[in-house]
């Protein structure tokens, strides 16, 4: 495996349940994560290089897992040498690439394959299988729509490379789609496409979210529909023939197909009905039991993408050992034709090929002025505002972020000192706090496993803290959260009161903020000031609405309440508790104190879920239950999951009660030292919430 990144793990759990594959070796620079993901797989071997790897010998096949720029360089070095090349899609960037790799390939023997893994897909191949055995007639035209969430649209993370111009969202999402309409229909002569409105991404990219494009191919027409960042997610391939018809669910692995019989129409329609139905209720039986076997391990998941994957990767392996050739979507002309549509799709489309000039370098970082503020999370939700906040108050700011390409045009101009690296790294604490008066900690950090949660979490706090102290700084306000405090007992809780005294019973969210609140309360004394902010339910306009302090969403529009709803849950609007962090950096009295932060308007679940969808047009669900027995259905799934070795954290029913806010909030102290003042008319504070 060259690359390690999520396909690669992808890849290594299909390859799991194949018995005469062996991987030996992941090779990727970033050594770390390859073997962390090389000890999950027990994979004997990493390198950093694929030079390594090719000097160390003793392998006949790679998977080429890594961003499409480096594909082609990467499967050339691969072929050369004789081993088998499988390329993640896209096989290359442009068409005319292909060529070179064909040559190699050819002239060593070695098969090329790129990895067309919706060609594979079951629902596909069950629509193929309809039509050489006649039952659509002559295929004329395939209508696919691709309706997709992008959670990185909602972020704002446009790192990837399908961001990084206008047209290579098709080179990674429509690729899927152009396979498919390849396998169906053969080589394409003809694309006509419009796109929606474009809408400036953080980087200067400029994007279309909805692209449609009609495609005049060798054997019929074709009709693709992508939208992106959508919330509902639905793929489908609609196949019309001469005498029948196929409608395929690549969401639901379904296939649906009707055809003309010998009865009446209204008994033709009733047949094929029927049919459709028994096909369904089988897929739905066989959705549920190949979940629960795939589960205990006693066959392969069920999952449509994953059986895709794994029809790939069979014949991948199939054709180096000779048991079969290469299916033809998986070969490099497949590969050639399916980028010469996505080419000519960008043409049609007048999508830009080239990246924006990229932004000027940062100004190296200036002196250290008078009353500097160190803001370590400045570009998330709440550290935004907070900026925004400090720089209208005149007040000079130091921000340390990890991709400052990313900055708007009025952060990059020098009058914010900008340090680029990791929030969590000692040696640069050391170097950004040099000369600060006080530092804003709103950043946070994830980790692999609960456990490691809690520590990293803390010991990136305990860290910034002592590099505070060794600086001379004279306050850290901590952004931490109402998650670390017990709310589970109907008693009033203050600002002033420590963090829930069982944290082992908690979350690894709340155990983490515990940890980091205590680590804290220990450098107390040391000559800086460490003042500690709790914010609660933190929304706003551009925030996430689904919030889990609402309720556990088990979809994007299904929320299962902490209780039955009925609780006033503190939310507080983001402009107000940036506000109150601020204020904290310089308030008389808020040396060494703990605050809570949340508003006046205090909305149960319910109310929240009616506004949402009253405001949206959404079909918002809230789904009220007793805390005793949603812990009961955990401790279920827990025990599933136990019985499947695939253990979970123990469900503690202390953190499902502590969700459910039962505790009030007391911010008189907030109110009285920052002079927190959140917005209290209940017509502003929605319209606030929902940017109305």
Known sequence: MIGSGFIADVHLMVLRAAKDVEVIALVDPATARAERLAKKYGVPATYASVDDLLAAGNVDAVHVLVPPALHGPLALQCLQAGVHVLVEKPLVLRAEEVAELEAAAAATGAVLAVNHNQTCHPAVERVQRHLARGHLGKLEHVALQHNVPLRQLATGDVSHFMFQTEANIVWEQGVHLYSVVYALLGDCHEVHAAIGPRKALPNGVEFADEWSVTLQCERGTAHVRMAFGRALLETTVHCIGSDGAAVVDLTRNSCQWRNKTRWLEFFDHGINLARSGRHLLGRAFGAIAGYGLGLFGLAFPDDPFLRGMRGTLTAFHDAVRGRAPLPAPLTAAAARMV??????????????????????????????????????????????????????????????????????????????????????????????????????????????????????????VRQAGEAAIAAGVKRVVYASSTAALWLGDGTPVPGSVEPDPVPSARGAYARGKIASEKELFALRGKGTEFTIVRPAIVVGPDGIQEHSGVGLWVKDNHCVGWGRGHVPLPFVLADDCADGLVAALSAKNAGDRSYNLAGDVRLTAREYMRELQARTGRDYHFHPIFLRWMWLQEVGKYLVKVAARRPREWPAFRDFASRSFRAPLDCTDARRDLEFAPESDRGRFLDRMFGA
């Open 339 to 460: 980028l010469t549509m996505c080419a000519k799709t960008a043409k049609a489309a007048g999508a830009s090929l080239e990246a924006p000039p990229a932004p000027a370098s940062l100004p190296e970082p200036g002196p250290v002025r008078d009353g500097e503020v160190v803001v370590l999370g400045g570009t998330g939700f709440l550290g935004r505002r907070s900026v925004a906040a400090l720089r209208a108050q005149g007040r000079p700011v130091t921000m340390v972020v990890r991709k400052p390409h990313l900055l708007p045009a009025e952060l990059r101009d020098g009058s914010v000192r900008v340090f680029q690296g990791d929030a969590a790294d000692p040696e640069l604490l050391a170097r950004v706090f040099a000369g600060a008066e006080t530092v804003l900690h709103l950043a946070t950090v994830a980790g692999d496993s609960a456990n490691e949660v809690e520590r990293v979490m803390s010991t990136a």
